[in-house]
């Protein structure tokens, strides 16, 4: 165990640039589990001080169905089949064929991405990252669920507000000054360990089209998201942020910005900043989860916070899962 983890103290983004080597602006051997990555931020006491978050008592899924997405953006993940069968009269028994793990509302996992320039988190050799093993598989977070504030900064709501609606045909970039107008907005401070969830509307609004525009939309590879850039990376780092998630395709808009940072050190991934949250920092991404119903609630309350539980499939090695995200409020 490093001091830094055994004081709570980590270091600030801009001093994870000065790490030498293959560490710079990674957290690679500074959390007290080494496969964890930022979920470590959430400590027994933060998760013991987010049951605050619960006021009313009220449930909310996070998870849209297995198959909402059919057509969705990906050009591989298909919606599963799901069979039923008996053996018997009195028997009902079931299964799923074609079931892309993160082909709904899912949370990528620490295998979900490498880096081009330093490879997979922690180091971990790329032959390790198979069928069969278990490093930086999602069962790390199965076998220990994410549970602890939840935080949902309403971007939908705030650009409704001031008449200017978040433009998801032309897949709009979502610039760090609009994330922390809307924390302002809402009067939310964020702490230690906090999931963070954007609701965009995109999901609600993509959901509604006609099934040839969304097979247009998916042709033009264009969707909402957090725009690229160094100043959201570091800021997540620097907030201390144990998941982002949001309710669009990536996280991240598609394409990726002229201005990326990261067309060179990311060139496979075209300037993506997965590579430098999942691969470098260790931190998840929560993509296309169900978060409309909730900013509704939360919006009716004006309480931005609640007891979020995340807890993947058990599946030793895998690289994703469905998010099973509940938030009570």
């Given amino acids: 165990m490093t001091s830094a983890a055994a004081n709570g103290a980590y270091p600030a983004f801009a001093q994870l640039l000065g790490r030498e080597g293959a560490l710079a602006g990674t957290s690679w051997g500074l959390f007290p589990d080494a496969t964890r990555g930022t979920p470590s931020f959430i400590t027994p006491e933060a998760a013991l001080e987010a049951r605050s978050c619960i006021r009313t008592g009220t449930a909310v899924g996070l998870d849209y169905p297995a198959d909402a997405f059919d057509p969705g953006m990906s050009l591989k993940r298909g919606a599963p089949r799901h069979t039923i069968y008996a053996s018997h009269p009195a028997h009902r028994d079931d299964f799923l064929d074609g079931y892309y793990l993160q082909g709904s509302t899912q949370i990528d996992g620490l295998r979900h991405r490498r880096a081009d320039d330093v490879g997979f988190y922690n180091g971990t050799p790329d032959h390790l990252v198979r069928e069969g093993t278990a490093e930086l598989g999602i069962q ?29 045909a032309a897949g709009e970039p979502l610039g760090l000054d609009l994330i922390e107008a809307a924390a302002e907005a809402q009067s939310v401070s964020l702490r230690q360990g906090d999931i963070l969830m954007l609701h965009t509307g995109w999901c609600e609004w993509f959901l509604a089209l006609l099934p040839e525009e969304k097979q247009r939309i998916r042709d033009s590879r264009k969707a909402t998201g957090v725009a690229q850039s160094a100043e959201f990376v570091a800021w997540a780092w620097d907030q201390r942020l144990a998941l982002l998630a949001s309710d669009n395709f990536a996280f991240e808009c598609l394409p990726a910005v002229p201005s990326s940072p990261y067309r060179e050190s990311a060139f496979n991934d075209h300037g993506m900043m997965h590579q430098q949250l999942l691969a470098k920092l260790g931190m998840p991404l929560g993509e296309l989860w169900r978060l409309g119903p909730l900013a509704r609630l939360l919006r009716s309350t004006g309480s931005w916070d609640a007891f979020v539980t995340i807890k993947p499939l058990n599946i030793i090695g895998g690289t994703g899962s469905p998010a099973n995200a509940t938030a009570l409020i």
């Fill in 140 to 168: 790390e977070w199965a076998d220990k669920p994410i549970v602890g504030r939840g935080v949902l900064l309403d971007l939908e709501g705030y650009r409704a507000g001031r008449g200017v609606p978040i433009d998801h």
